[in-house]
Nanobody, 124 residues
Framework: QVHLVESGGGLVQPGGSLKLSCTASGRTRMTYAFGWFRQAPGQEREFVAAIDWTGGRKYYGDLAKGRFTVSRDGANNTVYLQMTGLKPEDAAVYSC?????????????????WGQGTQVTVSS
C-alpha cells in the first residue's frame, strides 16, 4: 500500500503561483510514476501532468503546457507541481496518483493509488 497526501493548495489571485506537493508513504521502495489530475465541480477529471519514477520523463496535459512544471524529490518521496500564471479556470481539487506501470501514449499511466486532493482557488 502507498499512502499519498497532497498539500500546498489555497487561494491565489489570477496570475499568481502555487506549488503543490504530494508525499508518498508506505511501500515507497517500489518505483512509482506519479500523476497530477484536477477536477472542478460538475466537470470531468482532467490530466495535468505526470512524471516517471526516475524524474527523467515528464508529460503534460494541454492545460499545463508552458505554465506548470512537475518534478520529484526521490529522497523525500515527494512530487511537486509548480503552477504559474494561474487563471480562474484553474480552480479545482488537485489530486495525485501513483502508478507502477508504464506510460502508454494516448492513455497515460494506470494509477493504483490516489490522494485525497488539495483545493486550489483562483480569485481576486
Amino acid at each position: 500500500q502507498v499512502h499519498l497526501v497532497e498539500s500546498g493548495g489555497g487561494l491565489v489571485q489570477p496570475g499568481g503561483s502555487l506549488k503543490l506537493s504530494c508525499t508518498a508513504s508506505g511501500r515507497t521502495r517500489m518505483t512509482y510514476a506519479f500523476g497530477w489530475f484536477r477536477q472542478a465541480p460538475g466537470q470531468e477529471r482532467e490530466f495535468v501532468a505526470a512524471i516517471d519514477w526516475t524524474g527523467g520523463r515528464k508529460y503534460y496535459g494541454d492545460l499545463a503546457k508552458g505554465r506548470f512544471t512537475v518534478s520529484r524529490d526521490g529522497a523525500n518521496n515527494t512530487v511537486y507541481l509548480q503552477m504559474t500564471g494561474l487563471k480562474p479556470e484553474d480552480a479545482a481539487v488537485y489530486s495525485c496518483g501513483a502508478s507502477t506501470g508504464i506510460w502508454v501514449d494516448g492513455m497515460g499511466y494506470e494509477y493504483g493509488y490516489w490522494g485525497q486532493g488539495t483545493q486550489v482557488t483562483v480569485s481576486s
